[in-house]
């Protein structure tokens, strides 16, 4: 049998609180976090609303954080958050069998930004810090530089699949007994000019301007594509035994996990949802329960036009004839789409999901455009009594995933 792992510290930033609990005291009252930019050349192009990262001021910078990306900072401020959160003493564990994995889908746009800016201009003018303060896997190099952890430091980036390919790879390294924790997660900050300007001009992003929070709506008829967002999610995953002989408080185990590439699309999922299916299905199998057994799904939904009714249809056929009172919802209808920082987030929010027993809701889910027999939550959270729920993330280039948490 493969190692439990369990998770033991959970923190985040997001477009809807800076904490575990300010996210789901928002969750709970179904706040918003979609706003208009505020930047004056952002407000030039066709949308021009997103999910911001707010109310930073509490948050401390030393100087080599200050020289970094804005993604690698909130890596680092809900690493802080995870990792006081886990409540961790000295010689808690051998520090060469901690790591961190923290993933971006994008990473250091802003300062790309920045600094292509001064290069046309004088190239001398670029920042010698350029390089370190951009590059992707600098987030798990200085968490794990700040708190000494000498395992494995790396990241990945499989777009908006990124931060749940990490937290099931960090798993699936200390099941393989190469460590005892990892630290995982991602983060992003792309609602720069480039990464505004690259969504806008692919005409992915909803352009309801004048009304911010009803922008994202996943399944409703009058969405008309996804809202922008930015934050962290990052995770303390420990294997079983060495959260027991810590005493460590657990919020839940990662019991399953699926991988798949729909090998369609470089932006488009595949109609059939035959790759979707199989992540799921696999996250099933991985966990050892029966389909039944589960009780809530957060879904990738982004508040795309197709993505949306693949994903629905998708989830309709793997579970509805085996578990009719499965419980579906999006909550990028509240925080927007944190892109490769999205299955991080998500994750924390259906770990919250388990603990409290209830199922996060949909906001703007006025009008469903398609015929279903999914139980989608909407307007207000819904108890459910299983010790089961998964979350869904699926990103360009046909990259799918699915984690499945289970309560303890």
């Known amino acids: 049998m493969p190692k439990k792992v369990v998770i033991t510290g959970i923190g985040c930033l997001s477009p809807i609180g800076n904490s575990v609990n300010e996210v789901w005291q928002s969750l709970i009252e179904g706040v918003s976090g979609i706003s208009s930019v505020e930047d004056d050349v952002l407000k030039t192009l066709r949308s021009t609303i997103y999910g911001g990262v707010k109310n930073l ?25 995870c990792l006081e959160n886990a409540n961790l003493k000295d010689g808690w564990c051998d520090p060469y069998r901690v790591g961190t994995l923290i993933a971006t889908g994008i990473g250091g746009l802003n300062n790309i930004e920045i600094n292509a800016k001064k ?3 004088d190239p001398s003018r670029v920042s010698p810090f350029f390089i370190p303060a951009t590059i992707p896997n600098m987030a798990s190099g200085l968490v794990s530089m700040k708190y000494g952890f000498k395992g494995p430091s790396f990241t990945i980036s499989s777009a908006c699949s990124s931060g749940t390919h990490a937290i099931a790879n960090g798993a699936m390294m200390i099941q393989s007994g190469l460590v005892d924790a990892m630290v995982v997660g991602a983060s992003e900050k792309a609602s720069d000019l480039l990464g505004m300007s690259g969504f806008n001009s692919m005409r992915a992003l909803s352009n309801r301007n004048d009304d911010p929070i009803s922008a994202s709506r ?13 934050g962290a999610g990052i995770l303390l995953l420990e294997s079983e035994e060495n959260a027991k002989k810590r005493g460590a408080k657990v919020h839940a185990e990662l019991a399953g996990y699926g991988f798949s590439s729909d090998a369609y699309h470089m932006t488009q999922p595949d109609e059939t949802g035959a790759a979707a299916i199989h992540a799921m299905d696999q996250a099933i199998s991985t966990a050892g329960i029966e389909k039944e057994e589960l009780g809530y799904i957060n879904a990738h939904a982004t508040s795309t036009i197709i993505g949306d009714v693949i994903e629905a249809s998708a989830i309709e056929k793997c579970f509805a004839s085996s578990n009719p009172n499965l419980l579906v919802s999006s909550t990028k209808s509240l925080h927007g789409h944190l892109l490769g920082a999205a299955g991080a987030l998500e994750s924390i929010i259906t770990i919250l999901s388990l603990k409290h027993s209830k199922a996060p809701f949909t906001i703007n889910l006025d009008n469903l455009d398609f015929d279903t027999s999914l139980n989608f939550v909407c307007d207000q959270m819904i108890s459910y009594d299983s010790k089961y729920a998964l979350t869904n993330s699926f990103g360009f280039g046909g990259t799918n995933g699915s984690l499945l948490f289970k309560k303890v």
């Open 57 to 81: 001021s509490n948050f401390k910078e030393d100087k080599t954080l200050k020289r970094m990306d804005p993604f690698i900072k909130y890596a680092v401020w809900a690493a802080e958050q």
């Open 119 to 121: 290069a046309f201009v």
């Open 218 to 230: 996943p399944w409703d008829k009058d969405r008309n594509g996804f809202v922008l967002a930015d």
